[in-house]
């Protein structure tokens, strides 16, 4: 009776340590996402009050309505800090997330189209070099970006690319097609290659067998694919700062970097900056949870 009564103890006291870790986890994680929106509603003066204000009491979106219209808000106009505290390249960050969400969604879809076909055919064929070809994908996947951003700065900038979208998606491709083919050729390999003989003697050829058959079924990985060329560009700042040069061409993260780094930056204006910045892989994510949980997991059993 005493051991079983220890017995029942020691879970509980598992169950609540469980808990406690996995409260404090989700405080870790959306506490930031709670400050930057939190002051995104605020004024500059109760930004830097004391004690610190956890829940603002008169959220205000003039700040917001700052970075839409261009009205300067009316707690920075009272307290005389309008030149010295607004930070007018939170204007541009519209055109900065206009810029990324293109170039991401471009190189998403190049992911797609050319990094399909080449994960099929290494998943289904062998032929003569394949397997040194698979490796050397694999081997540029590894290179350190800061490797190669000198010679692709000067191959951008000798065909007359610097600060146009196709620079930044011809860059963008070349670094997150191996990843893709990569993740999707392990996806491939984990679907019973029976289907698509069953549709190859039926009449179709492999092209149509990839389309028909092994896409429809290979849909979660081919999402999960997608999604994660789909952030690694979005969130992408080293390519993005030396292969755009001017403020209207910038991507979200090389603008976004450039106005926290003014010693003279409004912080409320910068969090709506992130706030907006957050939003559209939020969407992504709650849009393509489930497909992009059963893509990892399926190639991560495998």
């Not at 709670?34 to 605020?42: A, G, H, T």
């Not at 010295?84 to 810029?99: C, M």
């Not at 289907?195 to 009449?203: I, K, R, S, T, Y």
């Amino acid at each position: 009776m005493f051991e079983v009564m220890v017995g029942a103890k020691r879970r509980r006291l598992r169950l609540a340590f469980l808990y406690g870790v996995s409260i404090l986890l989700v405080v870790f994680i959306l506490f930031p996402f709670y400050w930057v929106f939190r002051s995104s509603l605020m004024g500059e003066e109760d930004l830097f009050s004391r004690p610190i204000v956890w829940l603002t009491r008169h959220p205000t979106l003039d700040n917001y309505r700052y970075v839409f219209t261009g009205e300067i808000p009316t707690s920075y106009q009272v307290k005389g800090l309008m030149r010295s505290r607004v930070s007018q390249e939170t204007r541009y960050i519209l055109g900065a997330l206009k810029n990324s969400t293109v170039v991401a969604v471009s190189v998403t879809l190049v992911n797609l189209i050319f990094g399909t076909p080449a994960a099929y055919v290494f998943a289904r064929m062998r032929f003569r070099g394949s397997l040194r070809v698979y490796q050397f994908i694999l081997m540029s996947r590894l290179l350190p970006a800061v490797a190669i951003a000198i010679p692709y700065y000067l191959i951008i900038k000798w065909v007359g690319l610097l600060d146009t979208y196709l620079g930044l998606i011809l860059v963008y491709s070349a670094i997150t097609l191996p990843f893709s083919v990569w993740y999707l050729t392990l996806y491939f390999r984990s679907v019973p290659a029976s289907m698509e003989e069953a549709g190859l003697v039926d009449g179709c050829t492999r092209l149509q067998a990839l389309r028909f058959v092994l896409a429809p079924v290979a849909a979660p990985g081919i999402t999960a694919a997608a999604a994660f060329a789909f952030m690694a560009v979005y969130n992408e700042f080293l390519f993005g700062l030396m292969l755009t040069q001017t403020i209207k061409s910038r991507t979200m993260p090389v603008l976004i970097a450039g106005i926290s780094t003014n010693p003279d930056v409004s912080y409320a204006l910068l969090c709506v900056c992130i706030t907006l910045a957050i939003i559209p892989p939020v969407i992504l994510a709650l849009l393509l949870r489930q497909y992009i949980t059963r893509g990892l997991l399926t190639t991560i059993s495998k």
